[in-house]
């Protein structure tokens, strides 16, 4: 009889476990809409995956990047409960949040500089008089929609803007020569970094004030910020400004406080790991505040940063 009574309670503690453990992998992972696998928003996301699951954050569910080529079908995934976090564009951010009072700014993330690299013969503030040829990233546009307007109230001739790929970027930089190469992208950047150091007669290049106030003047996402010292081998001890904008991460305005008190507790608890990855190296809590009035921001992300 003892050994019967034994065996049904060592039954129930078998079940009691396996139902627990059921309960535990049944709590829905958690979606994050970016792009593909060769954009930041993918490594970001990656990497905040693999913050989730530490040990010091693990919860009893997953972060899981999902990859969606197109912002606005993000924004209307999230809207729709398809999705529990995105990450934007700032300048659809700035376009499309607006349009959809059920979506709200969570933090802006890593700051993505205009780099412009050039020999130090052209170090001169770059203006729109320039005719140097220029190769232009993609993601650069609205820097091209800026100097075609300031070109056409004055009577300069138009510089050579010829476009290319994130594919292409490499070739194109190991063949620079007098031209001017142009790419929104984070900091630091290894292969720039190795760039500069075997081409130590190339610089990054100013932008002129005009094309700077232009710029802020069309685009309320972006701002002119100093580039820290020594970032690269050819930026000395001086501050160099150059344009700067930030992807923002997006959910909805009903997600759960807790869940949002703890996403920000993650991405701004690492400034101070002793090798963090490069686009969370510079996440900055103070950058939130310059966006206030730009972005709508979830009711937990305005406390947290003081808004």
Known sequence: MKSIMQFFI???????FVLSNFCVQATPNVSIL???RHTGSYQFAQELSRLWDTPVFRTNNSLIPVTEKFVQTRIERLRLRQGDLAIIDPQNAHQLLPKNPEIAAVSVLWPNILYIIGLPSKTRPLGIQSTTPIHIHQNSDYFVATWSKLLSLKNYNAAQFNWFTA??????LSKLNKDLLIVTAPYPIQELDLFFKKNPSYRLIPLSDELLASNRQHYPWIIDRSLPANVYPVVGA???????SFPVLVSRTDAPKAFI???LEILFSQSSSIEPHTLFRF??????QLFEKNYPFHKISKKFFKL
């Not at 594919?167 to 194109?172: P, Y």
């Not at 996440?283 to 939130?288: A, G, K, M, S, V």
């Open 10 to 16: 060592t039954c129930i503690l078998i079940f009691l």
């Open 34 to 36: 970016v792009g593909d």
């Open 167 to 172: 594919n292409e970027g490499q070739s194109i």
């Open 238 to 244: 001086e501050p160099l400004r150059l344009l700067t």
């Open 261 to 263: 008190q703890k996403l």
């Open 283 to 288: 996440l900055d809590p103070q950058h939130n």
